[in-house]
């Protein structure tokens, strides 16, 4: 399931598989599906997102 995020008020979905981040929930959706079907990131996708350390920024 993706996760709806608040960060600097700004609402973000977050892959729950990988933690990347999406501004859009369907690329959140995008990526978990690809990341629980092949147990890895799809670089054309997170390329979208925002990697899982801007929880830390
Ligand atoms: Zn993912």
Redesign the pocket.
Known sequence: MVKIVDKNNKTLYQ??????GYEEQSW?EK??A??KEHQS?NIE??SH?IPPKWKEI
């Open positions: 892959c729950e598989e990988c933690s990347f959140a990526c978990e690809w990341c990131c996708i997170t997102g």
